[in-house]
């Protein structure tokens, strides 16, 4: 509880801060989200209020709360660059890339030299597998910053998708250099040296992942795969395990499983989880 009354604050400025600083920036997020809809309530024509709400809303992993909110601050306010990118997050994160995509360069009509906006449009790039798209709109980004690790990250994916193993490394291990902490780098990374059949390398970097986030479902799963192709059917079933363990609906993970348990001969396991998968998918 905050020691003060939400209800006794009539200024909406006041009850913008206020959510930013104890509630935002504290992990609060159910306090922000208290902060930003008295704001709305007192101002409803307040489009940071909402653009603040739906950050509030995404911190708490509710999505299309977030997505609403960010639609009436840009209803409010057509050229608002940050909720556009926002807005197009969240999109990219349920699977509306064609909407995500529609996002960034709305936002990018706005603001051009918005890098964060082009290196997201790269990734839904890679996610509609055009790489060259991707790597020639996050090559456009670092001609505003030379320092942004996702930028570099993105670029070693768009190779990687190309195959073109060398440079995919190259860029990979210049997003580490800026990050050193970034858990998902070193999973990429694994998975070009899976692709180059170098399955002790990939053990490496997918473990190196998991240290750095042990809650990182994609990790395990790939430590599966890896096991898998190296016939160690026991750890790859293990390891898809604690990928399901982390994260229950991730349908690659639950098809890896039950396509292990079948090549190790329990069929019951692998009807189970294969029934599992598809439901997903249905």
Known sequence: MVERGIK??????????????SGIRNGKFENAVEFFERAILLQPSN???????GLANDCQDNHEKGIDCYLRAIELNPDYPEALVNLGTNYSKLGKIDLA???FTDALDVKPDYFE????LGICYLDRNEPKRAIDICQRALIFTSDYPLAYSTLGRAYLQLNEHDKAIEFFEKAIEIDPLNHET???IGLVYIDRKNFQEALHNFLKSIKLNSDYHEAYNNLGVTYAMMGNLKKAIDYFGKAIERHPNYFEALHNLASAYEESGDFDKAAEYEDRAYDLED
């Open 8 to 21: 006794e604050i009539e200024n909406p400025e006041e009850l913008l801060h206020l959510g930013l600083v």
């Open 47 to 53: 489009c940071r209020a909402w653009f603040l709400l």
């Open 101 to 103: 995509v529609s996002c």
């Open 117 to 120: 906006a082009m290196v997201n």
């Open 186 to 188: 070193f999973n990429f």
